[in-house]
């Protein structure tokens, strides 16, 4: 079992930069790949990023290739998602899941556990 706490999301401007932190408890934690979705009202949850259990495997949705870097301390137990460059269509509900196993996923049905989510709201 994997409890997820997502924080350090708010309000910014348009160019500004923000890192989401996860926080998670059990003592597997560092076998699980780990992942970042985000919702926007009126639309379904979506793809931002993934790391791997080792931190050597990444992937990115491509709207924040660039501009958004995932990574993890196994030691710490914390996920992070560090955005910069932020863009009005960037806010939304972010989320960190984790997923068991199996090849990194993309899709939030990949994924076993899931936090309660952080607002972020990018203003223009």
């Known amino acids: 079992q994997v409890q997820l706490v997502e924080s350090g999301g708010g309000l910014v401007q348009a160019g500004d930069s923000l890192r989401l932190s996860c926080a998670a408890s059990?003592?597997?934690?560092?076998?699980?790949?780990m992942g970042w979705f985000r919702q926007a009202p009126g639309k379904e949850r979506e793809f931002v990023a993934a790391i791997r259990w080792s931190a050597y495997t990444t992937s990115y949705a491509d709207s924040v290739k660039g501009r958004f870097t995932i990574s993890r301390d196994n030691a710490k137990r914390t996920v992070y998602l560090e955005m910069n460059t932020l863009k009005p269509e960037d806010t939304a509900v972010y989320y960190c899941?984790?997923?068991?196993?199996?090849?990194?996923?993309?899709?939030?049905?990949?994924?076993?556990?899931w936090g309660q989510g952080t607002q972020v709201t990018v203003s223009s």
């Open positions: 059990g003592r597997t934690f560092s076998s699980y790949a």
């Open positions: 899941a984790a997923q068991r196993g199996g090849p990194l996923g993309v899709q939030p049905h990949e994924y076993d556990y």
